[in-house]
C-alpha cells in the first residue's frame, strides 16, 4: 500500500515537473520586472513614481506572467499528455475569462441545467487547468478512437 502511494506521489510529482519546466524562464523574466517595479519605485527607491509609464510597464509585464499562468500551464500540460496544445491553452483562456472572474469575485450562483457549478478565480493556480487537461487527453483520445471506428 505504501508503494502504491510513493508510486503515486512519484507520478504526479513527474506530471507536475515536466510541465513547470519549461516555463521558469517566463516566471523569472515575469518575477524580474515585479522586483523591478518594487524597487526602483514608490515602495523602496521612489526613483520611478507609480503613475509613470515605466512603473506600469514593469507592473502589467510582470503581473502578465502570472495572471496567465493557466493558458501557459494548459500547453505544457497538453504536450505532456499528449493532445492538442491550442485547445489546451483554450482551456486555461476559458478559466481566466473576464465573466468567470467577475462571477467569482461576486460570488455569483452558477449552474448548468441544473447542476451547480462553484466558481473560483483560477488565475495563477496550476492544480486546476492540470486536472481539466488531464481529463480532456481521455476525451480528445476517446474522441479520435471513435472516429477510427466509424
Known amino acids: ?73 494548459g500547453y505544457t500540460a497538453a504536450k505532456r499528455f499528449n493532445c492538442n496544445v491550442i485547445l489546451g491553452m483554450f482551456i486555461g483562456a476559458i478559466m481566466l475569462h473576464p465573466t468567470f472572474v467577475q462571477m467569482a469575485e461576486t460570488g455569483s450562483a452558477f449552474d448548468v441545467y441544473g447542476i451547480p457549478c462553484h466558481v473560483q478565480n483560477y488565475s495563477s493556480t496550476i492544480i486546476p487547468i492540470l486536472l481539466s487537461v488531464f481529463v480532456f487527453s481521455y476525451i480528445e483520445r476517446f474522441r479520435l478512437t471513435s472516429n477510427l471506428l466509424t
Not at 523569472?28 to 515585479?34: D, G, H, N, P, Q
Open 1 to 73: 500500500m505504501l508503494e502504491k502511494c510513493k508510486h503515486s506521489l512519484s507520478v504526479f510529482l513527474d506530471v507536475l515537473a515536466s510541465c513547470l519546466m519549461p516555463l521558469i524562464p517566463m516566471l523569472i523574466a515575469a518575477s524580474m520586472f515585479k522586483t523591478l517595479a518594487a524597487i526602483l519605485g514608490p515602495d523602496m527607491l521612489h526613483w520611478i513614481d507609480a503613475s509613470s509609464s515605466l512603473y506600469v510597464l514593469f507592473t502589467f509585464v510582470g503581473d502578465a506572467g502570472f495572471y496567465f499562468f493557466p493558458i501557459m500551464i
